[in-house]
Structure formats: C-alpha cells, structure tokens
C-alpha cells in the first residue's frame, strides 16, 4: 500500500531487502497473542476475518511466497473499512476503532517489504495491546498484554540481529521490559487518575452493564441465575453475618401494570429517613460498575456516608451512575426500625394493582379473613405458599396473561421474582400495602483472603409488608417454598436451582477451591493495582510531605522523579564503561597514553595486534610496549593475577613516557 500510494518517487531508490522469514513468522505470533484477548469482544466475523488472515500469512511465510500486490493491499484495506462502517454505522468510539485496527494489523503483515513495516506492525500491535485495557483490566489480561509485549520486542530484536537465536531475543527483550519496570512504576503512582474513561467517547458513555435492571417481570432475575460473574466483594469488619440478614437493597419496586414491576422516582435526601439503632455492621464493599445509581447496601444503610443519597424507600444511591470498579466504606443496622411514620402517598401507592387476576383476588380476601389484620394475613399467605406444593426452578413455565393467577393456581413453579410478586399481589389485595424489593441476598465466604463474594447469581427478589407500630418489615417468600435458597450459599443451591455451571458445582470442590484461590489473587490486584485511585494517591503523596495534589504537582513531581531515573540510568551506563578491576584500568592507562600519542586501539583489535601495530608506530618504545602488551595478556587470560605481578604491571605503566 505504501509503495503504492508513494507512486513514482519510489522508483528513484533501490528497494531495500525484504525482512527474512523469521521476522515474518515472529509479528504473525505477536499479532496473533494481541489479538486473541481481543476476540471475546469483536464482532464474531472480524474476530474469524484475522484468524483466516493470520493463518494465510503464516503459510505464506512458511512457503515462501511473495507478499501481495499493493493494489490488492489497498482494495482489501479499503473493504475492511466500509465492512466496519456498515456493522458499527460509525467509525468513532473504542468498538469500532479496535476492530478496524486489528483487520489492518493482520493485512499489514502481508506489506512487509522493509524494515520500516516491520516497526510498524510492531507499534500497532503496541496500541492494540494497550487497547486490551479498555475492556477487561483483569490479572489475566495484563499477563497477556505483557507477553504480547515481550513477543514485539523480540521482534525488533530478530530484525537487527539475524545471527541471534530465539533464546537469546527472549532474553534481551526481557532485560528490555525489566529496565523498563522503574518508570512504569513512577508512572504508576504519580500519572494523575481521571475519574472518567481516559479514552471514553461519546458512543462509549452508555455501554452496555450487566446485573439488575430498575424493571422486574418473570424472567428478568432468573436470567443471572446461572452466571458465576462477580457483582460486589465485601470485607466485614468484624463478625460475617449470618446469611438471614444479608440482604443487599436494590430498586425498590412499588408500581405494578400487571406483568412489570418498577420503582416509583421520588426526591433523594442527605440523610436516611430512620432512627439507627440496634448492633452495627462494618464493611467495605467493592462493586463492580453496572451502569446504575444503586449501592446495593446491606440492609439498612448507615448516615454520612461519603457520595451517598438516601430514597425515602430506605435505599442508598450514588449522585452518579457507577462506570467504574469502587470501593465504599459502608455501615448497616439490621435492626433499625424504617417507615414507622410513612403514610398518606406512600402508602396508597403501595396498595395499587391493575385490573385482572380475579382468583387471587379471591383468594386475598379468603386469606384475610373477616376482620383484616395485617401480621394475621401475612402469616396465611405465608401458610398458604409452603403448603401449595409450589416449586422452586430457574426453568419456569411461560406465563402469558394473568401471570400471578397463572403461577398460583397452573403452573406453581418459578423463582424469587414469581414468588415475590404473588405474595405482594395477595397483600395488596388483601388491604396490606407491600412492595417488592430486588437485589441480592446470601454470597460465598472465600477462605482464602476472607472476603464475601457476591455473584450475579445470587441477585433476589423480596417482599416487604407495612404493618402498623412496626413500619416496613421484610418478608421473604421465596424461603417459604426453598429454604435452602436463603439459608445455603451460592453453590449449595443445585438441588433446587437446576443444573450449575462447571465451577460451581459441589460435587467438583476441587475445582471450586480453584477458582476461589484464583479470585484471592485476582481481588489483590483489584485492591492494590486497579483499586490505586485519585484518594490513595493524595494520601500517598501527603505521607510524602506534598499537600497540594493537583496536577501540577503531579507534573512536578512526576519530573523530577523521571530526571532521577535517568541520572541514575546514566550513571549506571558510565560504571558499565570503566573497567571492572584493577588490571582493566592499568590496560585503559595504557591505551590512552598511545592514544594520545597517535596510535588509537580500534575496538576489534586484541592487545597483542594492537601492541604490534603501536610498536611499529612507535619504534623507540617498541621493546617496552611489547613487555606491557605480553604481561597483561598472561595476567588477563593466565590462570591467576599475583598482586606483585600486577604492582609490577601498573609501576611499569605509570612510568611509561611516550615522546
């Protein structure tokens, strides 16, 4: 393409020879271990496109075939990016922008006619690998980009040095990363941290989340039944709780249309709407970012807390949607007594229901019985679900119209959120305001870094009642009819939640002891390499005496720290050029007196060539130049170096005058 686009003025120098094979096959593995981490988030025919390319390539090189006409280059550059442009219907934004540079790296490989495409490929498989980052900033993934990166240094390795072997280019550019380890670290820790994506755009802003939605209809909850991804970890302070009082608020869901149940927006405020009493719990939850304002505090959520609002229906929620991995400071009081004054609005939402399902209707109203009294109905209802031969299943019936009669009295099979929603259908019914609450309950203690592990499979669904003298209390359905579901932790759940997947499953305890050792490790590199933010970072710098964080400290900082870096680096490149011991520096004395005297030893030249060609050089020194030059051979490649000899050597040097 290049020699293409450059036309006739390439025809005025003499092309250069072609990169050898060798280099050719080194960029097809450097572009193949970049790229692979990148295939779980391209557009599946793009993630096949490089795969055939890269195989074409690599048996291209393998047959020594030449490389493709440029105008062939150019038509298939050409067609790769209304491809992109058509699937994407953009070209800006990281999507798009990944895809387009891993089809041209893998084209780019069949235009390897110089050095300078060697280097190329090598600098945009660089960017791909820091494009690894924008997705995924796991343990496993830096591990790859890492040796996607040693893999393109030893590239540029084989393409200066053709007489080196494969051993020798992996170890040069492993010392080439390993002296590059200081200032990654000084970048590291003084590189100011932008609270936004460093390369969010626009397309970028609302990327798709995964865990709860602000919306629950048959099948929203049970759909992250099966998924072993992470949702929050968190470190108790103190005492883990037991599994009956984990519960993690959610939306709080209060307006029903007869199939989908959806929070009511209502004002924020500063501070909880209830009195904090009873035991205390401490902790500090990690969240993973879902796109969502919710916190997904432990029931019920401390005062003062840092970048925190409360919603009158007792939930914390952040000011802003959460895009990034956070960790919070966070209290709860499980005993607090919440909504002992709500009334009037409140209240009256909380006893709507739509039209339609007139046998539970009917049924409410047997289960309340003559004179209504909220506990008395509760208890039935209650009665009711662990007595009707309901079942517990994450492969439900289809419901179609009328769901919550269809699931009480058809089907009865389902999971929190069909048992949920007909139990706060019935309360309404029956004259007691409820409402469902979705987040999740339960979590797997990990024993090896003590940390609680909440997945996406563990989100629920629950119910609270308002009852008179006791505000809103929580009542859970679903542990009417599955026990287990609340009381078990997440992998205990198989013989009533259906087939787990592989890791989960108990029978395979060897295999969960892996992955759990596994996410130790990993929940270290969130703690202390992703978790360093903008807060430990001032508190870094304020341990080493700098109040002022801004970035024009950190810029100061930050240069300083680099000019140290490279002083030492200097100084470390002048003790490498001196002579290791006393017998070099007697031999370098030496060489710069015939230096200076006209006769400079050539760097290829052993001392007794060099001495050779001095004493001709020099004939009135020549006998005396011929005596240093053989004492210091036999000194240096003998099988010893007496000191006396060597005393002997340098007085003989020392006093050696060259005219």
């Known amino acids: 393409m290049a020699k293409l686009l450059r036309g006739r003025r390439s025809t005025v120098t003499p092309p250069a020879p072609p990169p050898r094979r060798d280099v050719g096959l080194w960029l097809v593995v450097t572009a193949a271990l970049t790229l692979a981490p990148h295939a779980a988030y391209l557009p599946p025919w793009i993630a096949a496109l490089c795969t055939a390319l890269l195989i074409w390539r690599t048996a291209a090189l393998l047959r020594q075939h030449r490389s493709l006409p440029a105008a062939i280059l150019l038509l298939m550059a050409v067609g790769a990016g209304f491809a992109v442009r058509q699937h994407f219907g953009h070209f800006f934004g990281q999507e798009p922008g990944v895809a387009l540079l891993a089809l041209l790296l893998c084209l780019k490989l069949f235009e390897l006619r110089t050095l300078r495409d060697v280097r190329v490929a090598v600098m945009l498989s660089f960017f791909l690998q820091l494009g690894l980052f924008f997705d995924n900033e796991t343990l496993p993934v830096a591990a790859l980009a890492l040796a996607g990166a040693l893999c393109a240094l030893a590239c540029l390795v084989a393409a200066e040095d053709a007489h080196s072997h494969t051993r020798e280019r992996l170890r040069t550019a492993g010392v080439l990363l390993a002296q590059s380890l200081p200032l990654m670290a000084v970048l590291f820790l003084l590189f100011p941290r932008i609270p936004a994506p460093l390369w969010g755009l626009p397309a970028d802003a609302n990327s798709a989340s995964s865990g709860l939605s602000d919306a629950m209809s048959p099948g929203s909850i049970s759909s992250l039944g099966l998924s072993e991804e992470i949702a929050f970890r968190v470190e108790f302070l103190g005492a883990v709780p037991e599994p009956r009082l984990r519960y993690w608020r959610g939306p709080v869901l209060t307006e029903f249309d007869g199939r989908t149940w959806r929070p009511i927006a209502r004002p924020t405020r500063d501070q909880p709407g209830y009195q904090l009493t009873g035991p205390r719990i401490d902790y500090r939850m990690t969240l993973e970012p879902h796109g969502q304002r919710w916190l997904l505090a432990l029931d019920f959520p401390g005062a003062d807390l840092a970048q925190v609002r409360y919603t009158p229906e007792f939930q914390a929620v952040l000011r802003a949607p959460l895009r990034d991995r956070t960790q919070f400071a966070l209290t709860a009081h499980p005993g607090a007594r919440v909504g002992l004054q709500d009334g009037g609005p409140l209240l009256e939402a909380a006893l709507q229901l739509p039209p339609g399902n007139a046998r539970s209707r009917a049924l409410a109203r047997e289960l309340a019985g003559d004179t209504p009294n909220a506990e008395r109905t509760i208890a039935r209802t209650l009665d009711y679900l662990r007595g009707g031969h309901f079942l517990y299943t994450l492969e439900p019936p289809l419901l179609k119209q009328d769901f919550i009669d269809e699931f ?252």
């Open 408 to 659: 009480l009295f058809d089907t009865r099979q389902g999971y929190c959120e069909h048992f949920s929603a007909a139990f706060v259908f019935l309360l309404r019914a029956a004259g007691v305001p409820a409402r469902v609450v979705a987040g999740y309950q339960g979590g797997e203690l990990n024993p090896f870094d003590g940390t609680l592990i909440v997945r996406q499979s563990d989100a629920h669904a629950w119910a609270e009642a308002w009852i008179a003298d006791k505000g809103w209390v929580r009542v859970d359905p679903t542990a009417a009819v599955a026990p287990s579901r609340i009381s078990g932790e997440s992998a205990a759940r198989s013989a009533t939640g259906g087939a787990l997947p592989l890791m989960m499953q108990t029978r395979l305890d060897w295999l969960r002891q892996l992955r759990l050792r596994w996410e130790a490790v990993s929940h270290g590199w969130d703690l202390w390499v992703l978790g360093y933010n903008s807060e430990r970072q001032a508190d870094l710098l304020r341990r080493l005496g700098l109040s002022q964080t801004d970035w024009t400290v950190l810029a100061g900082v930050g240069s300083l720290a680099g000019l140290a870096f490279f002083a030492l680096l200097f100084i470390w490149a002048q003790w490498r050029s001196n002579p290791a011991d006393a017998l070099d520096r007697a031999w370098g004395r030496f060489c710069g007196k015939l230096a200076k005297a006209g006769v400079p030893r050539h760097p290829f030249e052993g001392p007794l060539d060099y001495c050779t060609r001095a004493g001709a050089a020099r004939p009135a020194e020549r006998e005396r130049i011929d005596r240093i030059s053989r004492t210091y051979a036999r000194l240096r490649y003998g099988r010893d170096c007496p000191p006396d000899q060597l005393r002997a050597l340098q007085h003989d040097i020392d006093s050696l005058r060259i005219k």
